[in-house]
């Protein structure tokens, strides 16, 4: 794995019926995953969480990357193997988080910017030792009220393809990640044209820093209705709509797009995600990068409890199958 070039890992990771699990919650938000199933969150219950889902049996046939944080990529599993060679054993790319979440953007109320700049190159290459092969950076762009600024999709857009062009040079590929949020009670044109606008920014922003677009994967929202929109809709009008303005702004350079499910349910991800492959060929490949929408039944069987970690990887690798066959556009929902 480690001779493969950038533009082969990047292909790799959206190879057909494969896409990424997103394994990266903070340590904040993996709390409150846990909370929901009365579980305390410590390094060893966190630890044994995602041991039960990079160990899964034949997940390989369906996950092609984990993205992990920062504690993870340096974790043992009980038996003294480290995580990352317990993934490269079922044929998985580890990848790493590299933002340090969002602040509040100065002078833009309400408004926020990713931070992480300070330190990157360095750390991106101790990442690269540690077994790392790419990585992810999540800008946040929040619709109404005014927003989102020009100021701030522009300040956005230039911290990723910063962070871009530093994963490069450090022989990782780079997940860029513009996400507008779904909360909200805007309609899905507003999304839409917030989308279109935050994509131009961003390849804009690529382009003069040099990132080369065979090298990196784009992981961005769907579009699709504010969630307190009186009107949702449709999945084949978020299908639709999601591909053409993705044929509008990104370049067919780009080797793939990882989806992600940004609060969707796993059924609902899943469908919009089956819609789009049965569009017909895409100049990318129209792959997943889910967190919630592949772990949301696993973490429910599980409870925090070492008996049911069997339970939760049968769960796990169910939801996962139906993700893949949605990748390949092969889904129904009669397979749930």
């Known amino acids: 794995m480690d001779e493969l070039e950038l533009e082969d890992i990047a292909l790799a990771l959206v190879a057909p019926s ?26 060893e219950s966190r630890r044994d969480y995602r041991e039960l889902l990079f160990s899964a049996k034949g997940i390989g046939d369906y996950i092609s990357g984990v993205i992990l944080y920062d504690e993870t990529l340096r974790q043992n599993a009980k038996d003294g193997r480290s995580l990352v060679s317990l993934m490269k054993d079922q044929g998985i790319i580890p990848g790493i988080k590299v933002d340090m979440g969002t602040k509040p953007l100065a002078f833009a109320e309400g408004e926020l910017i990713t931070e992480g700049l300070d330190g990157l190159r360095d750390r991106l ?28 999709i522009n300040t956005n857009a230039h911290a990723l393809a910063r962070y871009a062009a530093l994963c490069q040079e450090a022989g990782l590929v780079p997940i860029v990640e513009p996400e507008v949020l779904m909360d909200g009670d805007h309609d899905i044109d507003e999304c839409y044209a917030v989308t279109e606008t935050t994509l131009k920014a961003v390849f804009d922003e690529l382009y ?30 978020v299908a639709t709509k999601t591909i053409y303005c993705f044929q509008q702004t990104v370049p067919a350079a780009v080797p793939g797009i990882v989806f992600l499910s940004g609060g969707q349910s796993e059924r609902q991800a899943t469908e919009h995600l089956n819609a789009m492959n049965q569009m017909g060929n895409h100049p990318w490949e129209i792959s997943y990068s889910f967190g919630r929408a592949l772990q949301a039944s696993a973490l429910q069987a599980w409870q925090g409890k070492a008996e049911n970690a069997e339970a939760a990887q049968a769960a796990f690798l169910h939801r996962a199958k139906l993700t893949s066959a949605a990748r390949d556009g092969e889904y129904s929902s009669d397979m749930e």
């Open 18 to 43: 494969k896409g990424i699990l997103a394994a990266d919650e903070s340590t904040g938000t993996i709390k409150k995953r846990f909370d929901s199933i009365n579980t305390a969150s410590t390094e």
């Open 125 to 152: 290459t101790e990442y690269h030792k540690l077994g790392a092969r790419f990585a992810k950076w999540r800008a946040v762009i929040s619709i109404g009220d005014g927003k989102p600024s020009e100021y701030c």
């Open 208 to 237: 003069k820093q040099r990132v080369v677009l065979e090298q990196m994967l784009l992981k961005p929202n769907m579009v699709i209705s504010g969630k307190d929109c009186p009107e949702q809709a449709d999945v084949e009008e």
